[in-house]
């Protein structure tokens, strides 16, 4: 019995990574087009698959460390921890409103609302969750995050088999780096520093290292898989890669009648990343304030920054972010390694 439950644990800590994982960014492909597709086929998955090792390897470490205090001065030292802590819930801010900027263009898209509509929306969704504790946002987004992968699975499996339709390239945005290994390691670090603190609070729940190493592995693998599924249809279909939400118009070419199934599957894509950033941003506040309403101010701030282009902000602010979690990401990996040694 005690064994079913731990398992349960490590599922549910599993899909609540995929589920953080898969953002307004992920759930358009905005962060598949620029950070893997403008490389081209193979370049894009080798990509994919060094992210993935490398979230594999942060998530794990961050879940297992056990200590005491902020997670930012263990992993990085005093100066460069309080440094990047500090920026760090001004960072998840500006990324809660792309998500809520996200919404606001899925839903005005896919049905013809105003994205007013969308972004108030998600706004009441996320907050109504953070509220709701961390116990409980862990068993949502563990439910929602396996459903979304199926979902984008489905769209990526739909490309292959279909094959290619020999449409041209369309022109694609400026790279984020250099190279295509500097871009999968940008990608890393700006999940692993968005997610440091959740995933923090995340591993406080599972029982022992192992256990938090599973959970892992298992959320980035199958993130992933989606991943590189859904890179390769985009070389599949490059007509999708010019509207600002790639994977809805693949979607749209391939089953025209259950577009507008996608609306929802997507939002929940954008929901699922944008409750633990709020939850993260006011994990950061000052004790001293009202949790509740404190959180419904930072909440409904993050509507009024919301209106800037989708696809500049994604490309504005994630590869800036990517270098602080590379940071934090080689900090938490030393403070692992002086641990060890001193147990020697």
Request: charged residues 10%; positive net charge; contains cysteine.
């Amino acid at each position: 019995m005690q064994e079913r439950a731990k398992r349960r644990g490590v599922a549910s800590a599993a899909g609540a990574i995929i589920a953080c994982l898969i953002g307004a960014g992920f759930a358009s492909g905005q962060e598949v087009l620029q950070f893997f597709t403008v490389y081209g086929p193979l370049p894009g998955l080798l990509g994919a698959a060094l992210a993935c090792a490398v979230l594999g390897t942060g998530c794990a470490l961050l879940m297992a460390d056990d200590g005491q205090g902020d997670v930012f001065v263990r992993c990085c030292g005093p100066l460069a921890g309080r440094a990047l802590g500090a920026l760090c819930p001004l960072l998840l801010f500006g990324v809660y409103a792309v998500m809520l900027a996200g919404a606001g263009a899925l839903v005005q898209t896919g049905t013809g609302l105003p994205a007013w509509a969308g972004r108030a929306g998600m706004l009441a969704a996320t907050l109504a969750t953070v509220l709701a504790g961390q116990e409980r946002m862990t068993d949502i987004l563990g439910r929602a995050g396996p459903l979304i992968v199926a979902f984008v699975l489905a769209a990526g499996a739909g490309a292959l088999l279909r094959g290619p339709t020999g449409r041209p390239w369309p022109g694609l945005p400026q790279p984020p780096a250099g190279s295509w290994w500097m871009a999968a390691l940008v990608y890393a670090g700006y999940n692993l520093y968005l997610m440091a603190p959740f995933l923090t609070a995340l591993g406080g729940r599972l029982t022992g290292r192992s256990a938090a190493r599973r959970a892992a592995w298992a959320g980035c693998g199958a993130f992933g898989a989606a991943l590189a599924l859904l890179h390769l249809a985009f070389c599949l279909a490059p007509e999708a890669l010019s509207s600002q939400a790639p994977a809805m118009a693949l979607v749209r070419e391939l089953w025209p009648r259950a577009a507008a199934l996608a609306v929802p599957v997507l939002l929940a894509g954008v929901y699922t990343t944008a409750a633990p950033l709020l939850f993260s941003v006011c994990r950061a506040l000052p004790p001293r304030l009202p949790r509740r309403p404190a959180a419904a101010v930072t909440a409904a701030a993050g509507v009024a920054c919301a209106a800037l282009p989708f696809d500049r902000l994604v490309g504005m602010l994630y590869p800036m972010i990517g270098w602080f979690g590379l940071a934090l990401t080689a900090g938490a990996a030393l403070h692992w390694a002086a641990g060890k040694w001193k147990k020697r």
